[in-house]
């Protein structure tokens, strides 16, 4: 089996290639998709997070808006939110590799792979990258997203340039979908080939 991390600064196109890879029939971790079940009503983490930052929790699950107020721009206050989401999700990463272990390629969608060491944890890196114009419009584009906001997001994560840098796959989202597509064709072939 090969593991293929995914990564890509926010507005890159992340959900839409691993859509992709999954269309090719390779199996996605999506850790976004996990996060949001940890902290969805009767999640696993919904508690510790409610005794760590009171009042980012309800009915729903955590609220995170509310929790990403609470944490960006402390670092301390990140570190305790990582303490308690990361591990959770390793174990939800742990069930998903026992359940596709039959499959020659698996592709963890993780966005901060590379600011949390994840790359060490995969075979390969396919980084999902656009000029950063097209990046901005995306994420601005998003409800409750504001200027503010995105620059602190875009703070805690490495910059796209040093991320491509230390890929061992380019996608580019700011062509034609197809040309994308196509992209993510020839890089299941190659990996199939062994030659990634």
């Known amino acids: 089996m090969i ?19 999954a ?12 996060v949001h079940r940890l902290q969805g009503p009767a999640g696993r983490v919904v508690a510790a997070i409610k005794a ?6 309800g ?9 990403a107020e609470a944490v960006l721009g402390d670092d301390a206050a990140m570190k305790r939110l990582e303490a308690i989401v990361h591990p959770a999700v390793g174990e939800e990463r742990a069930a998903f590799l026992a359940d596709h272990r039959g499959a020659p390629i698996v592709l963890f969608d993780i966005p901060l792979l590379f600011e949390t060491g994840g790359e060490a944890r995969v075979d390969k890196v396919v980084v999902v990258s656009a000029a950063p114009e097209i990046q901005r419009a995306r994420v601005l584009a998003r409800p409750g997203m504001t200027p ?27 062509v034609p979908p197809d040309e994308t597509r196509a992209a993510v ?12």
Do not use: E
């Not at 269309?23 to 996990?34: C, M, R, Y």
């Not at 009915?59 to 929790?67: H, S």
């Not at 064709?185 to 990634?196: E, P, Q, S």
């Open 3 to 21: 593991t293929v991390g995914l990564t890509g600064s926010i507005g890159m196109g992340k959900s839409t290639v691993a859509a992709m890879f």
């Open 185 to 196: 064709a020839r890089v299941v072939a190659c990996l199939l080939a062994g030659k990634g």
């Open 59 to 67: 009915q729903a699950g955590v609220n995170r808006t509310a929790l």
């Open 23 to 34: 269309d090719k029939g390779v199996p996605v971790f999506d850790a976004d998709a996990a």
């Open 148 to 174: 503010a906001r995105l620059d602190a997001i875009l703070a805690r994560q490495l910059p796209d340039a040093a991320k491509r840098a230390r890929a061992d796959f380019v996608i580019a989202t700011d």
């Open 52 to 57: 760590a930052f009171p009042s980012t929790t």
